[in-house]
């Protein structure tokens, strides 16, 4: 996503928009440990949705609320955006 500034309802609009895609993914997991992993967004809910990770790694399904994403904790790399 590029750096601006969002609102709440167009990061719902962005993550809707990718349910079921493969996409990349950078998330900060705190201390400076950056992770970026392929997943597939699951399941979306009100306040929060759920990714499965497609990689082979030790991150298995995982939420995020929609404020991690405007905070700029969790970054989708898809074209276009």
């Known amino acids: 996503m590029r750096e601006s500034s969002i609102t709440i309802n167009q990061a719902k609009e ?13 998330i900060n997991r705190g201390r400076n440990k950056l992770v970026t992993i392929n997943a597939t967004i699951d399941k979306i809910y009100p ?5 499965k990770p ?10 995020f609320s929609y404020s991690d994403l405007l905070c700029g904790d969790i970054k989708f790399l898809v074209d276009n955006m």
């Open 54 to 63: 497609d990689d082979d790694i030790k991150l298995e399904r995982t939420s």
């Open 14 to 26: 962005v993550v809707k928009s990718l349910q079921g895609k493969c996409v990349e993914m950078i």
């Open 47 to 51: 306040s929060m949705f759920i990714i």
